[in-house]
């Protein structure tokens, strides 16, 4: 149980466009869902907190028109860079947490690859 | 603001040795603590996680770790190393919001 997915799991793009990511919570559905990049051998940062019906909360430094974030439902998120540009190159991963969970609890999709040139 | 300190980079273990990897976190309360694995080019799994009560928490894959207060310390442990366990060790801290805080991590290299 407790499954995530992002959809694609490897994406090219060129410089300009824009791009969605999907992250879908398979089997409960998540009050919470989370985005993060991660760049070569460093950590996970996180980008945005999304609540489901509301407007997502950014981090810090990330621009919320650049990276556009819909949690339409209790089982979608996606995330949205627009305009893409070599520099959003990165490993984008999202998260979500069970409505029924304990506190903190996250669940881990498997990450979407995006290369702008 | 919550931190985590993961201060070995890369760590080489020979394969059926035992592992440790260090962890130290910076929170003002009573943290939520976290190691998630992660294999090249895949998300994060779970391995335990703390919230309260005993301090050793045992986890998957043989893995437990264990929370000392006084030193700010959650420290992972694995008496004997698979070749399998090669991959990426993250420590983390929840704070408000539920918001993960992670460590830079460590690699990990098991020598067969």
């Known amino acids: 149980g407790a499954v995530v997915s992002q959809h694609p799991s490897w994406v090219i793009c060129k410089s300009g466009t824009s791009v969605k990511i999907e992250c879908r919570s398979l089997?409960?559905?998540?009050?919470?869902m989370f985005w993060y990049r991660q760049f070569p051998k460093q950590s996970l940062m996180l980008m945005a907190t999304s609540n489901e019906g509301s407007k997502a909360t950014y981090e810090q430094g990330v621009e919320k028109d650049k990276f556009l974030i819909n949690h339409a439902s209790l089982t979608l998120s996606t995330l949205t860079v627009t305009s893409a540009h070599p520099e959003d190159s990165s490993f984008y991963i999202c998260?979500?947490?069970?409505?029924?969970?304990?506190?903190?609890?996250?669940?881990f999709g498997p990450g979407t690859r995006l290369t702008v040139t | 603001a919550q931190s985590v300190t993961q201060p070995d980079i890369h760590i080489t273990v020979s394969e059926g040795a035992s592992l440790e990897l260090r962890c130290n976190y910076s929170y003002g309360a009573t943290p939520y603590l976290f190691w998630y694995v992660q294999s090249p080019g895949q998300g994060l799994q779970l391995l335990l996680k703390y919230f309260s009560g005993d301090t050793l928490v045992q986890g998957i894959k043989g893995f437990e770790a264990e929370f000392k207060r006084s030193q700010s310390s959650f420290n992972l442990r694995k008496p004997s190393v698979h070749w399998s366990d090669a991959a990426e060790y993250f420590c983390?801290?929840?704070?408000?919001?539920?918001?993960?805080?992670f460590g830079t991590g460590t690699q990990l290299k098991v020598e067969l």
């Open positions: 089997d409960f559905q998540a009050t919470t």
């Open positions: 998260s979500a947490s069970p409505i029924s969970g304990s506190e903190s609890e996250q669940y």
């Open positions: 983390a801290v929840a704070g408000g919001g539920n918001k993960l805080t």
